[in-house]
């Protein structure tokens, strides 16, 4: 006889408990069958092929009905027996009937597969779908001087009238960038609109619209004459 193996769709099966619950008690888990087993006709016992069809799974440390749900789901499982009750696809899984065998199967849930779907590879739980990202608004803070005149804040191409004051967004790393044309602010806010064909003085109206005539004075004439 081959050496003994826990059959393919359990050992999935153990394996995605495992992950799960990684801290889970295993003290009675079990698949290969002891000598009282031995003696009768258990599917803990290989089958000629050396598979073990029955896995054991300890109920410390695990969410034992979220368990139970999903293997009842599974397309490989035979039956189920747990706390004194068992469930057969002979009769329809989910409907439990009184178990009275010599173990009550209260320390341990016993998973029993078909041996025609001994070897799926199918998933035992629904995958992991993590819940979507919101995309990351782009937002990109400037500090911008012309000449000699104060410093002016934009957030995302918005003017910020209140902006903290300077040594605070130094320390934070927003950058000061030194700016003497209007070509040069707009090359620093690429979402503002360039109209085709647009002379300076049209775009000079579209960065006084848009940014108000507050930081039109502020950055001087020079900056949004262009």
């Known amino acids: 006889m081959p050496a003994w193996f826990l059959n393919a769709a359990l050992t999935r099966f153990r394996n995605e408990v495992n992950s799960r619950w990684p801290r889970r008690d295993k ?11 031995q003696a009768t006709s258990s ?12 896995w054991d799974m300890d109920v410390d440390g695990v969410d034992v009905q979220k368990v139970i749900a999903v293997a009842l789901k599974h397309e490989s499982i035979q039956y189920v027996i747990y706390n004194r009750r068992i469930t057969s696809r002979s009769w329809g899984l989910g409907t439990w009937r009184t178990y009275t065998g010599a173990s009550p199967h ?11 779907h001994e070897g799926s590879a199918k998933p035992w ?17 400037y ?23 300077d040594d605070v ?7 000061l960038v030194l700016v003497n044309t209007t070509a ?24 006084r619209a848009a940014l ?9 004439a020079d900056l949004v004459a262009g």
Do not use: C
């Not at 003017?159 to 004051?165: K, N």
């Not at 108000?212 to 001087?220: Q, Y």
């Open 27 to 37: 003290t009675s888990d079990g698949t290969i069958g002891d000598a009282a087993h």
């Open 43 to 54: 599917d803990h016992n290989p089958d000629p092929d050396g598979s073990v069809d029955a």
């Open 106 to 116: 209260t320390e341990h849930v016993h998973f029993n597969t078909r041996t025609s």
């Open 125 to 141: 739980f629904p995958a992991v779908i993590p819940p979507p990202v919101p995309p990351k608004k782009e937002t990109q803070m």
């Open 143 to 165: 500090r911008l001087k012309a000449k000699d005149g104060p410093a002016v804040y934009l957030d995302n191409g918005a003017h910020v009238p209140s902006a903290p004051v």
């Open 169 to 175: 967004l130094e320390a934070a790393g927003v950058p």
């Open 184 to 207: 040069e602010l707009m090359a620093l806010m690429p979402t503002w609109p360039r109209p085709a064909g647009a002379s300076s003085s049209d775009i000079a109206d579209a960065l």
């Open 212 to 220: 108000g005539e507050d930081l039109a004075a502020a950055v001087g």
